[in-house]
Protein backbone atom coordinates (compact mmCIF):
# COMPACT_ATOMS: atom_id res chain seq x y z
CA UNK A 1 0.00 0.00 0.00
CA UNK A 2 1.29 3.44 -0.75
CA UNK A 3 1.83 6.15 1.61
CA UNK A 4 -1.03 8.02 0.24
CA UNK A 5 -3.50 5.25 0.28
CA UNK A 6 -2.89 4.83 4.09
CA UNK A 7 -3.41 7.68 5.77
CA UNK A 8 -5.31 6.66 8.19
CA UNK A 9 -2.51 4.21 9.46
CA UNK A 10 -0.26 6.73 9.32
CA UNK A 11 -2.49 9.35 11.32
CA UNK A 12 -2.85 7.39 14.54
CA UNK A 13 0.75 6.55 15.02
CA UNK A 14 1.58 8.23 18.00
CA UNK A 15 -2.26 8.70 18.52
CA UNK A 16 -3.83 5.92 19.72
CA UNK A 17 -6.80 6.75 21.40
CA UNK A 18 -10.57 6.14 19.86
CA UNK A 19 -11.23 9.70 20.38
CA UNK A 20 -8.07 10.97 18.64
CA UNK A 21 -8.67 7.93 15.41
CA UNK A 22 -11.98 10.03 15.43
CA UNK A 23 -11.22 13.12 15.31
CA UNK A 24 -8.77 12.81 12.48
CA UNK A 25 -11.12 10.43 10.11
CA UNK A 26 -13.36 13.49 10.89
CA UNK A 27 -10.95 15.78 9.30
CA UNK A 28 -9.74 14.09 6.82
CA UNK A 29 -13.09 13.94 5.37
CA UNK A 30 -13.69 17.87 5.91
CA UNK A 31 -10.35 18.29 4.18
CA UNK A 32 -11.23 15.64 1.08
CA UNK A 33 -15.09 17.04 0.97
CA UNK A 34 -13.47 20.75 0.97
CA UNK A 35 -10.76 20.23 -1.37
CA UNK A 36 -13.49 17.92 -3.67
CA UNK A 37 -16.29 21.27 -3.79
CA UNK A 38 -13.49 23.58 -5.29
CA UNK A 39 -12.20 21.38 -7.96
CA UNK A 40 -15.88 21.23 -8.70
CA UNK A 41 -16.88 24.51 -8.25
CA UNK A 42 -14.24 25.81 -10.41
CA UNK A 43 -13.89 23.16 -13.12
CA UNK A 44 -10.07 22.86 -11.89
CA UNK A 45 -9.53 19.27 -12.99
CA UNK A 46 -10.97 17.36 -16.37
CA UNK A 47 -10.63 14.01 -18.02
CA UNK A 48 -7.01 13.82 -19.07
CA UNK A 49 -5.50 16.38 -17.66
CA UNK A 50 -1.89 16.01 -16.55
CA UNK A 51 -1.38 18.12 -13.39
CA UNK A 52 1.73 18.97 -12.46
CA UNK A 53 1.94 19.56 -8.45
CA UNK A 54 4.46 21.52 -7.20
CA UNK A 55 5.93 20.56 -3.40
CA UNK A 56 7.74 23.04 -1.74
CA UNK A 57 8.31 20.92 1.34
CA UNK A 58 6.06 22.69 3.54
CA UNK A 59 2.93 21.14 5.02
CA UNK A 60 -0.29 22.84 2.40
CA UNK A 61 1.82 21.38 -1.07
CA UNK A 62 2.33 17.86 1.19
CA UNK A 63 -1.38 17.94 2.07
CA UNK A 64 -2.37 19.03 -1.41
CA UNK A 65 -0.66 16.55 -3.13
CA UNK A 66 -1.20 13.19 -0.69
CA UNK A 67 -5.16 14.21 -1.10
CA UNK A 68 -5.36 14.74 -4.61
CA UNK A 69 -3.55 11.10 -4.93
CA UNK A 70 -6.21 9.88 -2.70
CA UNK A 71 -9.19 12.05 -4.51
CA UNK A 72 -7.84 10.15 -7.90
CA UNK A 73 -8.29 6.79 -6.77
CA UNK A 74 -12.33 7.48 -6.18
CA UNK A 75 -12.55 9.97 -8.85
CA UNK A 76 -15.05 9.21 -11.78
CA UNK A 77 -13.04 10.79 -14.32
CA UNK A 78 -8.95 9.91 -15.56
CA UNK A 79 -6.17 12.40 -14.86
CA UNK A 80 -2.44 12.01 -14.40
CA UNK A 81 -0.57 13.43 -11.15
CA UNK A 82 3.44 14.01 -11.68
CA UNK A 83 5.13 15.93 -8.42
CA UNK A 84 8.13 18.35 -9.17
CA UNK A 85 9.76 19.95 -6.53
CA UNK A 86 12.96 22.76 -6.49
CA UNK A 87 16.20 22.37 -5.01
CA UNK A 88 17.07 26.00 -4.54
CA UNK A 89 20.36 25.42 -3.06
CA UNK A 90 19.62 27.08 0.43
CA UNK A 91 22.67 26.01 2.90
CA UNK A 92 21.44 22.94 4.62
CA UNK A 93 18.83 22.21 2.43
CA UNK A 94 18.09 18.11 3.49
CA UNK A 95 18.40 16.46 -0.31
CA UNK A 96 17.42 12.97 0.61
CA UNK A 97 14.08 14.55 2.46
CA UNK A 98 11.27 14.42 -0.88
CA UNK A 99 12.67 11.77 -3.24
CA UNK A 100 12.75 9.21 -0.15
CA UNK A 101 9.30 10.63 0.24
CA UNK A 102 7.91 11.13 -2.78
CA UNK A 103 9.28 7.19 -3.59
CA UNK A 104 6.68 5.96 -1.57
CA UNK A 105 3.33 7.48 -3.23
CA UNK A 106 3.27 5.62 -6.27
CA UNK A 107 3.55 8.75 -8.70
CA UNK A 108 5.74 10.21 -11.19
CA UNK A 109 8.06 12.95 -9.66
CA UNK A 110 11.13 15.36 -10.48
CA UNK A 111 13.54 17.23 -8.49
CA UNK A 112 14.54 19.99 -10.60
CA UNK A 113 18.00 21.56 -8.88
CA UNK A 114 18.70 25.20 -9.38
CA UNK A 115 20.66 27.46 -7.07
CA UNK A 116 18.46 31.00 -7.42
CA UNK A 117 19.52 31.00 -3.53
CA UNK A 118 22.65 32.75 -4.91
CA UNK A 119 20.98 34.47 -7.69
CA UNK A 120 18.46 35.93 -4.64
CA UNK A 121 21.56 36.52 -2.56
CA UNK A 122 23.57 38.69 -5.03
CA UNK A 123 20.56 41.03 -5.79
CA UNK A 124 18.94 41.84 -2.31
CA UNK A 125 20.53 44.07 -0.09
CA UNK A 126 21.06 42.22 3.13
CA UNK A 127 18.32 42.50 5.61
CA UNK A 128 16.01 42.92 3.01
CA UNK A 129 12.82 40.38 2.50
CA UNK A 130 14.14 38.04 -0.26
CA UNK A 131 10.85 36.00 -0.98
CA UNK A 132 9.13 38.45 -3.77
CA UNK A 133 12.00 37.92 -5.80
CA UNK A 134 12.89 33.82 -4.78
CA UNK A 135 9.03 33.04 -5.40
CA UNK A 136 9.37 34.52 -9.09
CA UNK A 137 12.51 32.61 -9.82
CA UNK A 138 10.63 29.86 -8.50
CA UNK A 139 7.53 30.25 -10.99
CA UNK A 140 9.53 30.80 -13.17
CA UNK A 141 11.60 27.75 -12.86
CA UNK A 142 8.47 25.60 -12.05
CA UNK A 143 6.31 26.58 -15.17
CA UNK A 144 9.28 26.27 -17.77
CA UNK A 145 9.26 22.76 -16.42
CA UNK A 146 5.51 22.51 -16.97
CA UNK A 147 5.79 23.17 -20.44
CA UNK A 148 8.56 20.90 -21.06
CA UNK A 149 6.17 17.98 -19.71
CA UNK A 150 3.18 18.62 -21.79
CA UNK A 151 1.03 19.63 -18.00
CA UNK A 152 -2.34 20.74 -18.46
CA UNK A 153 -2.63 22.24 -15.30
CA UNK A 154 0.17 23.47 -12.55
CA UNK A 155 -1.46 22.58 -8.59
CA UNK A 156 -0.34 24.86 -5.98
CA UNK A 157 -0.85 24.49 -2.11
CA UNK A 158 -2.49 27.75 -1.17
CA UNK A 159 -5.73 27.66 1.39
CA UNK A 160 -8.18 29.67 2.56
CA UNK A 161 -6.17 31.46 4.73
CA UNK A 162 -3.40 32.50 2.27
CA UNK A 163 -5.97 33.82 -0.15
CA UNK A 164 -7.89 35.93 3.16
CA UNK A 165 -4.32 36.96 3.27
CA UNK A 166 -3.41 38.41 -0.10
CA UNK A 167 -6.85 40.09 -0.17
CA UNK A 168 -5.93 42.41 2.98
CA UNK A 169 -2.27 42.48 1.53
CA UNK A 170 -3.30 43.91 -2.00
CA UNK A 171 -6.27 46.28 -0.27
CA UNK A 172 -3.72 48.25 2.43
CA UNK A 173 -0.49 47.85 0.03
CA UNK A 174 -1.45 47.74 -3.53
CA UNK A 175 -5.15 50.07 -3.22
CA UNK A 176 -6.80 47.15 -5.30
CA UNK A 177 -10.08 44.83 -4.65
CA UNK A 178 -8.45 41.51 -5.35
CA UNK A 179 -7.50 38.39 -3.86
CA UNK A 180 -5.63 35.21 -5.37
CA UNK A 181 -8.08 32.83 -7.43
CA UNK A 182 -8.81 29.30 -7.25
CA UNK A 183 -8.02 29.09 -11.16
CA UNK A 184 -6.06 31.29 -13.08
CA UNK A 185 -4.25 32.05 -16.77
CA UNK A 186 -0.94 32.75 -16.54
CA UNK A 187 -0.02 36.03 -17.79
CA UNK A 188 1.15 34.88 -20.90
CA UNK A 189 -1.54 32.56 -21.26
CA UNK A 190 0.34 29.23 -21.17
CA UNK A 191 -0.31 27.75 -18.28
CA UNK A 192 -3.67 27.27 -15.97
CA UNK A 193 -2.85 27.48 -12.21
CA UNK A 194 -5.10 25.45 -9.48
CA UNK A 195 -5.48 25.42 -5.62
CA UNK A 196 -7.35 22.93 -5.14
CA UNK A 197 -6.97 23.39 -1.27
CA UNK A 198 -8.68 27.23 -1.27
CA UNK A 199 -11.14 26.50 0.59
CA UNK A 200 -9.40 24.49 3.80
CA UNK A 201 -8.53 26.19 6.62
CA UNK A 202 -5.02 26.58 7.23
CA UNK A 203 -5.46 25.31 10.95
CA UNK A 204 -6.51 21.78 9.63
CA UNK A 205 -3.99 21.27 6.81
CA UNK A 206 -1.55 22.19 9.61
CA UNK A 207 -2.97 19.38 11.86
CA UNK A 208 -3.68 17.45 8.92
CA UNK A 209 -0.11 17.78 8.13
CA UNK A 210 0.58 16.71 11.68
CA UNK A 211 -1.31 13.86 11.87
CA UNK A 212 0.19 12.17 9.00
CA UNK A 213 3.96 13.20 9.75
CA UNK A 214 5.08 14.57 5.92
CA UNK A 215 8.23 15.26 6.03
CA UNK A 216 8.21 19.01 6.27
CA UNK A 217 11.28 20.94 4.97
CA UNK A 218 10.88 24.62 6.91
CA UNK A 219 11.20 28.09 4.28
CA UNK A 220 13.99 29.39 6.46
CA UNK A 221 16.76 27.94 5.15
CA UNK A 222 17.72 30.83 3.70
CA UNK A 223 17.93 33.00 6.74
CA UNK A 224 15.97 35.26 5.78
CA UNK A 225 12.36 36.42 7.56
CA UNK A 226 9.04 35.08 5.90
CA UNK A 227 7.46 38.25 4.25
CA UNK A 228 6.84 40.72 6.74
CA UNK A 229 3.55 42.71 5.70
CA UNK A 230 1.67 39.04 5.09
CA UNK A 231 3.15 38.14 8.99
CA UNK A 232 1.20 41.54 10.15
CA UNK A 233 -2.05 40.78 8.08
CA UNK A 234 -1.37 36.99 9.31
CA UNK A 235 -1.66 38.97 12.89
CA UNK A 236 -4.44 41.06 12.23
CA UNK A 237 -6.69 38.11 11.28
CA UNK A 238 -5.78 36.05 13.87
CA UNK A 239 -6.89 38.68 16.53
CA UNK A 240 -10.21 39.60 14.60
CA UNK A 241 -10.90 35.84 14.55
CA UNK A 242 -10.07 35.16 18.16
CA UNK A 243 -11.89 38.38 18.84
CA UNK A 244 -14.56 37.52 16.42
CA UNK A 245 -14.88 33.86 15.49
CA UNK A 246 -15.70 32.98 12.11
CA UNK A 247 -14.87 36.28 10.75
CA UNK A 248 -12.17 34.82 8.45
CA UNK A 249 -14.76 32.65 6.83
CA UNK A 250 -17.16 35.37 6.85
CA UNK A 251 -14.38 37.60 4.57
CA UNK A 252 -13.97 34.25 2.66
CA UNK A 253 -17.50 33.73 1.87
CA UNK A 254 -17.77 37.64 0.78
CA UNK A 255 -14.78 36.91 -1.97
CA UNK A 256 -18.11 34.53 -3.57
CA UNK A 257 -20.43 37.45 -3.09
CA UNK A 258 -19.78 40.31 -4.45
CA UNK A 259 -21.70 43.35 -5.88
CA UNK A 260 -19.93 45.06 -8.58
CA UNK A 261 -23.33 47.55 -8.29
CA UNK A 262 -21.81 48.42 -5.00
CA UNK A 263 -18.45 49.04 -5.58
CA UNK A 264 -16.75 51.70 -7.69
CA UNK A 265 -15.15 49.99 -10.73
CA UNK A 266 -16.47 51.70 -13.67
CA UNK A 267 -15.32 48.88 -15.76
CA UNK A 268 -16.98 46.02 -13.84
CA UNK A 269 -20.57 48.16 -13.72
CA UNK A 270 -21.71 50.40 -15.88
CA UNK A 271 -23.02 53.33 -14.05
CA UNK A 272 -23.31 55.55 -17.10
CA UNK A 273 -26.08 53.52 -18.31
CA UNK A 274 -28.03 53.56 -14.66
CA UNK A 275 -31.57 55.45 -15.90
CA UNK A 276 -35.22 54.55 -15.06
CA UNK A 277 -37.90 55.01 -17.80
CA UNK A 278 -40.41 58.18 -16.51
CA UNK A 279 -43.25 59.15 -18.13
CA UNK A 280 -42.91 62.15 -19.81
CA UNK A 281 -47.11 63.29 -19.88
CA UNK A 282 -46.32 63.88 -15.95
CA UNK A 283 -45.75 67.25 -14.61
CA UNK A 284 -45.31 69.04 -10.68
CA UNK A 285 -48.23 69.05 -9.04
CA UNK A 286 -49.59 72.79 -8.15
CA UNK A 287 -50.35 71.99 -4.59
CA UNK A 288 -47.13 71.59 -1.46
CA UNK A 289 -49.09 69.19 0.81
CA UNK A 290 -49.74 65.64 -0.94
CA UNK A 291 -52.05 63.60 1.24
CA UNK A 292 -50.41 59.51 -0.17
S1 LIG B 1 11.63 32.15 3.07
FE1 LIG B 1 13.49 31.97 1.81
S2 LIG B 1 13.18 30.16 0.52
FE2 LIG B 1 11.18 30.73 1.36
S3 LIG B 1 10.27 32.07 -0.22
FE3 LIG B 1 11.32 33.40 1.25
S4 LIG B 1 13.34 33.71 0.37
FE4 LIG B 1 12.48 31.92 -0.64
Known amino acids: MSQADNGEAHATHGRDTRK ?27 AGDRIMVCISGGKDSHAMLELLISLRSSAPIDFEIVAVTLDQKQPGYPEDVLPDYLETLGVPFYILEKDTYSVVRSIIPEGKTTCGLCSRLRRGTLYGFAEQIGATKIALGHHRDDIVETLFLN ?24 RPLAYCRESDIAEYARAMQFPIIPCNLCGTQENLQRQEIKGMLTDWERQYPGRTETIFRALGNV ?3 HLLDQSLFDFQGLKVEVDDSLGLPDIRVVNL
Open 171 to 194: LFFGGKLKAMPPKLKSDDGRHVVI
Open 20 to 46: DRLEFNKLRKRVRRQMGKAIADFSMIE
Open 259 to 261: APS
